[in-house]
């Protein structure tokens, strides 16, 4: 009698995990097509803000299906704990600092508990944990040419249906799944009027929030349109024909620093031409700190003359008075929670006006919740995401198209980094995990699997 032995051959599976002879791979847990299936919904779900109650909280559609995800990823990890480990170690070097931001908001959550500090920071490490998650399923799942196209082939699909759901608001006023909060009454037009015809914003609540979402919209189209990013023929119809809606939605949301901000990712597109890595990010990065200074100057100094430009000297005024919160105590600098001291300063700040919670600013809200080492966290973990997809860039080892993510990704990023100077972007979950579904697809195309990083050439 005699026994067959069955034995794998060492190969290489779609995500770059290879199968060694005798152990089983990542495809016995879940095969590359669910993979790829499971990548293409969740980063479309990454574009809806739909929420389900659940009891006494509520959850997005997109949350409830990423927690399903870490499931499905926790099974892998099982399945296959050496391969596992690898890409999460790749996680881990391609950016400490972004796993150090997450690692401290944990350190945090509790520590503000014991504090006295309120139950505000558990409620945003909740918004934060579905980025965490996607940032996980692109390292493990995502480093492959297939599960790119599949990823921007869900992603532009949430996209076109967003646009048409803000132009359709836009023209009749609804449908809105998500109200709007009462601050978007007191929305201005281009003009510094008070808006009194119908605003589009999508699956957010509140215009501002929709026109700043859309700003990757413009590279994303233009690239699209010009068949730079790995998606069907007919998406690609379908996305120039979506260009006046988009166009219109964007005029409806009134967002005049978005709009401004669109123009400077168009901008970043044209720097990507250039052939220096070094010279792109140098450019792009400084380009936007010279913008957002600029704007900063015209709304302190013409905000008298320029009606419009009155938002601009308010947010100005909520700086000031983080910069004066960070310093009033140690707990402040070092731990953060400073929102009630926020209330009180901003309203001193601003001659009672406008009392708010944080800084009303994206990058300077990090201080004001998790305090300045959050701040440090968040501002190296960006640097060094964008720095090495455009120095560092490895994206050919994932295909011919790739280059052309890379112009998206990078174009829209820095967008949106400007834009969020003058926006609350660090609350929430859908507009918290667009900027972090950016970073980690720039990690996707400057650390590709070692195997299919390009081998140095050897002169032996």
């Known amino acids: 009698m005699s026994f067959k032995v069955r034995s794998w051959e060492s190969d290489e599976d779609d995500n770059g995990f290879r199968a060694r002879r005798g152990r089983r791979s990542f495809d016995d847990a879940l095969p590359p097509l669910q993979r790829d299936r499971m990548m293409f919904l969740l980063l479309m779900l990454s574009t809806v803000e739909y929420r389900v109650p659940l009891g006494v909280v509520s959850a997005t559609l997109f949350e409830l299906f990423s927690y399903l995800c870490l499931a499905m990823l926790a099974i892998d990890l099982v399945m296959r704990p050496k391969d596992g480990g690898q890409a999460l170690r790749d996680l881990w070097r391609w950016n400490p600092w972004l796993q150090l931001y997450f690692f401290w908001i944990v350190f945090l959550s509790p520590l503000h508990l014991v504090l006295g500090f309120g139950t505000v920071t558990f409620a945003e490490f909740k918004d934060l944990i579905p980025s965490w998650i996607v940032l996980l399923c692109l390292f493990v799942y995502g480093r492959s040419e297939r599960s790119m196209r599949a990823m921007m082939t869900g992603l532009l699909i949430g996209v076109l249906v967003h646009v048409a759901l803000g132009a359709m ?8 799944p998500t109200p709007l909060i009462d601050a978007s009454a007191a929305k201005m037009t281009i003009d510094g009027a008070v808006v009194s015809a119908n605003m589009a914003s ?59 901000w669109m123009l400077f990712a168009l901008g970043c597109c044209v720097v990507s031409l250039l052939r220096s890595g070094e010279l792109k990010w140098q450019l792009m990065f400084w380009g936007a700190c010279a913008c957002i200074a600029l704007l900063a100057v015209m709304g302190r100094y013409l905000s008298a003359s320029m009606h419009a430009l009155e938002t601009i000297n308010t947010r100005i005024q909520l700086w000031e008075a983080t910069i004066d919160a960070m310093f009033s105590g140690v707990n402040y600098f070092f731990f953060g929670a400073a929102f009630d001291r926020m209330l009180t300063l901003s309203y001193w700040y601003t001659n009672g006006h406008f009392p708010y919670p944080t800084s009303h600013n994206g990058v300077l809200s990090q201080a004001v919740c998790y305090g300045v080492p959050g701040l440090i966290f968040y501002v190296a973990s960006i640097i060094r995401a964008t720095r090495r997809c455009l120095v560092h860039p490895q994206e050919q080892a994932l295909g011919l198209l790739m280059p052309g993510v890379v112009v998206f990704v990078m174009a829209a990023t820095f967008g949106l980094l400007g834009e969020s100077f003058f926006e609350p972007s660090s609350h929430g979950v859908l507009q918290q995990c667009q900027f972090f579904t950016l970073l980690g697809l720039a990690g996707v195309l400057s650390f590709p699997p070692a195997e299919r990083r390009p081998r140095k050439r050897s002169w032996a």
């Open 202 to 260: 999508g699956w957010l609540t509140h215009p501002n929030g929709f026109a700043m979402w859309l700003i990757p919209v413009v590279p994303m189209f233009l690239l699209v349109a010009f068949g730079k990013l790995p998606t069907g023929s007919l998406l690609r119809w379908g996305t120039v024909l979506m260009v006046p809606a988009f166009c219109y939605a964007t005029y409806m949301t009134f967002g005049k620093g978005a709009m401004l």
């Open 169 to 176: 608001q836009g023209l009749t006023g609804g449908p809105r």
